[in-house]
């Protein structure tokens, strides 16, 4: 699967879900080191409509607070309910089960703007590995 996953600069991760259309989300294995212990998930509302780069969710950590923007325009049509009783799922498993929220991309060629895996690799090494969140 990782060779359908693609990559903001803001580091989240975006892939196929199961759905045809639809679009898994969460953060990369780079983002959750960086905010370490996750204590609470601030998930979207089903249905919301986001333009691309939009605010969807505010992950909480012991360091700060830090926004999770949407990879694509789109609408979402779940989130995973077990970040609210369990949110280091996003710690200790960020690329499975603990993906952020669903959508329904509006554009999906806005997908294919983002990085690949080999990509987002050159850009960790280029110094690309500091979260933009705020």
């Known amino acids: 699967?990782?060779?359908?996953?693609?990559?903001?600069?803001?580091?989240?991760?975006?892939?196929?879900?199961?759905?045809?259309?639809e679009w898994n989300v969460g953060i990369t294995d780079f983002a959750q080191k960086e905010v370490t212990?996750?204590?609470f998930v601030e998930l979207p509302k089903v249905g919301r409509?986001?333009?691309r780069?939009?605010?969807?969710?505010?992950i909480e950590?012991?360091?700060a607070a830090f926004s999770i923007y949407a990879p694509a325009s789109g609408t979402i049509v779940a989130v995973n309910p077990d970040l609210e009783s369990d949110p280091g799922l996003?710690?200790?498993?960020?690329?499975?089960?603990?993906?952020?929220?669903?959508?329904?991309?509006?554009?999906?060629e806005e997908i294919n703007d983002l990085?690949?895996?080999g990509a987002y690799a050159k850009f960790l090494k280029d110094g690309g590995g500091?979260?933009?969140h705020g």
């Open 130 to 132: 500091h979260p933009e």
């Open 90 to 108: 996003l710690n200790r498993d960020p690329y499975g089960k603990g993906w952020i929220f669903r959508f329904k991309a509006g554009h999906p």
């Open 1 to 21: 699967m990782t060779e359908t996953r693609r990559y903001t600069r803001t580091h989240e991760w975006v892939a196929p879900a199961d759905v045809p259309g």
């Open 37 to 39: 212990d996750v204590v």
């Open 49 to 51: 409509t986001l333009p």
């Open 115 to 117: 990085m690949d895996e």
């Open 61 to 63: 950590s012991v360091k």
């Open 53 to 58: 780069g939009g605010e969807a969710a505010i």
